[in-house]
């Protein structure tokens, strides 16, 4: 239905910068919300950034100011530009999308299937 693919993570020394992508394909009505979210090791899941579908944008506090989310809506595909990278932000980063597959079901929820970001001290 939809499939979630991202790509961009990697190992990146502190203060650097990464771009994280994710392209999403499949058979589906719409797309609205898509976002980013992370998990450290021992830790819960967290959002770290969410775009809908008309740009508007939600970070999370530890974020703000050095990370930006941004999409294109014709190539449903959502980034994540990822600059004075501190070690606390290691962690997999998930792409997220809220989906209708057909226009009369209710939104869904799909998961990309991670991608690993480490920043060394």
């Known amino acids: 239905q939809v499939q979630l693919v991202e790509s961009g993570g990697g190992l990146v020394q502190a203060g650097g910068s990464l771009r994280l992508s994710c392209v999403a394909s499949?058979?589906?009505?719409?797309?609205?919300?898509m976002g980013w979210y992370r998990q450290a090791p021992g830790k819960q899941r967290e959002e770290v950034a969410t775009i809908t579908s008309g740009g508007s944008t939600i970070y999370a506090d530890s974020v703000k100011g050095r990370f930006i989310i941004s999409r294109e809506n014709a190539k449903n595909t959502v980034y994540l530009q990822m600059n004075s990278l501190k070690p606390e932000d290691t962690a997999v980063y998930y792409c997220?999308?809220?989906?209708?597959?057909?226009?009369?079901?209710?939104?869904?929820?799909?998961w990309g299937q991670g991608a690993q970001v480490t920043v060394s001290s």
């Open positions: 997220n999308a809220g989906a209708k597959v057909r226009v009369w079901q209710s939104r869904r929820d799909y």
């Open positions: 499949g058979s589906f009505f719409s797309i609205t919300d």
